[in-house]
Nanobody
């Protein structure tokens, strides 16, 4: 399992932008599928976005269509989630996770390493 550490969460206003960062071992970022999930109080953990080892990106289109972008810097061991036009319904704890390549990217069970999460709160 890889050690993952998220940062960048906070309190913002609706319509603002925010960038989340995930620090991971460079080898993990290079070889694993890296994903972002979120969990709001009383709700199940929800897939947000993922990036594969070859750079293919996958998004939860319904929730974040056109507003969020996942990227990575393998050399630095960083994975980012750029979030724009934030809405109050984006309020959640956001988690970074790593999965073996080839596992379904949108399924939480595919991931065997998780960070501790970072809180994002969007005020209306």
């Amino acid at each position: 399992q890889a050690q993952l550490v998220e940062s960048g969460g906070g309190l913002v206003q609706a319509g603002d932008s925010l960038r989340l960062s995930c620090k991971a071992p460079p080898r993990a970022v290079m070889w694993y599928t890296m994903g972002w999930f979120r969990q709001a109080p009383g709700k199940e953990r929800e897939f947000v976005a993922a990036i594969s080892r070859i750079g293919t990106t996958t998004y939860n289109v319904e929730s974040v269509k056109g507003r969020f972008t996942i990227s990575r810097d393998s050399a630095q061991g960083m994975v980012y989630l750029q979030m724009g036009r934030l809405k109050p319904e984006d309020t959640a704890v956001y988690y970074c996770a790593a999965a073996q390549p080839g596992n379904p990217a949108a399924v939480p069970g595919s991931y065997d390493s998780w960070g501790q999460g970072t809180q994002v709160t969007v005020a209306s």
